[in-house]
């Protein structure tokens, strides 16, 4: 396709239209649930990340004996935590690469 000068280019950019919502939403129910438990928002950014990999550990076999099984102190899926918690760590990740920058 031919560029128009001056047009906005996205070439290269990611298309975050095409993350499901359901995925996005499972997210946000986690962190709903975790911000009314903890009451700060920002507090997962105090927590050492190896936790973060800990509980996704443990949602990622609970999930593997029933992918339907929900976690019994906040009734959400594991699955849900299970991605909550992989997010914090592509954070904690993302951060890193950036302050090696």
């Not at 560029?3 to 906005?8: C, Q, R």
């Not at 993350?19 to 009451?39: D, F, H, L, M, S």
Request: charged share 25%.
């Amino acid at each position: 396709m031919d560029k128009i000068p001056g047009a906005k280019n996205d070439d290269g950019k990611l298309q975050l239209s095409v993350v499901p919502p359901a995925a996005i939403r499972a997210i946000a129910e986690i962190r709903r649930y975790g911000n009314q438990k903890y009451t700060d928002p920002q507090n997962w950014r105090r927590v050492d990340p190896e936790k973060f990999h800990e509980a996704m550990l443990r949602h990622c076999l609970a999930c593997w004996e029933d992918p339907g099984a929900v976690d019994p102190e906040s009734g959400l899926p594991h699955l849900w935590h299970l991605m909550c918690n992989g997010a914090f760590l592509c954070a904690f990740l993302e951060g890193c690469s950036h302050a090696e920058e």
